[in-house]
């Protein structure tokens, strides 16, 4: 059983959708993490909040827009979404940056139509 | 930029063999992670590596970290089914966690 917790699970959305991921972890953690993995491929890192701050984006197109509206709760918004960003969508957390072990999610199956 | 390249890609191994799987990466740093990936499934940290010398074990896996030679193994005893899975190393180089290709492991009979 994992403690971060992602909705939905699967998602299907046209290209002109607004949709959202969530991701929530009580832990206690304070590092939250957005990954994107495609298949047979590892994952790519997409942004990184620490303490409620964006710390690290990793140049993603601004139809992903992450916010983080406290130290639980991660959201990932997405907006004109092209085909090729179907992918599995997982969120992890760490106790602080650097130096603990990513804990993850069971992700969300995203295919854009 | 920093690269992390794991070796062998696909490992194919019988029951009861032993094999290690092996890490590269191109910084200085001294925190590297061990991850499995199940089919269809999220990933496991399996272990925490976070100095030069540092050895951990866990059944039939035990990880290693040599700083020095940027390399991190893991090595597989008598590999058993259940062991099969995709394995990832990961570095940390501030703040930015970057993970190595993966090693689909399949342990045959």
């Known amino acids: 059983d994992t403690e971060v917790t992602q909705t939905p699970k699967h998602l299907v959305m046209g290209m002109t959708n607004k949709k959202s991921l969530k991701c929530e972890q009580h832990?206690?953690?304070?590092?939250m993490y957005w990954y994107k993995q495609k298949a047979k491929k590892p994952p790519e890192l997409m942004f990184v909040y620490s303490y409620e701050k964006l710390s690290i984006n990793e140049s993603v197109p601004s139809r992903f827009s992450p916010e983080c509206p406290n130290s639980s709760l991660l959201n990932l918004h997405l907006h004109a979404l092209q085909p090729e960003d179907s992918a599995l969508y997982l969120c992890a957390s760490s106790h602080r940056t650097g130096d603990s072990p990513l804990h993850f999610g069971n992700g969300t199956r995203l295919t854009v139509t | 930029e920093l690269k992390v390249e794991q070796n062998p890609l696909f490992l194919s191994m019988q029951e009861g063999k032993n094999y290690t799987i092996y890490c590269n990466y191109s910084t200085t740093s001294d925190r590297l992670y061990w991850y499995r990936q199940d089919p269809g499934k999220s990933l496991e940290s399996l272990f925490v590596l976070l100095s030069n010398g540092a050895v951990k074990q866990e059944g039939r896996l035990m990880a290693s970290l040599d700083t020095k030679a940027r390399l991190s193994t893991l090595h597989i005893t008598a590999a058993v089914h259940d062991l099969s899975a995709t394995y990832f190393c990961a570095v940390d180089n501030n703040n930015d966690m970057r993970f190595g290709a993966g090693t689909r492991l399949t342990v045959k009979p």
């Open positions: 832990m206690g953690h304070r590092a």
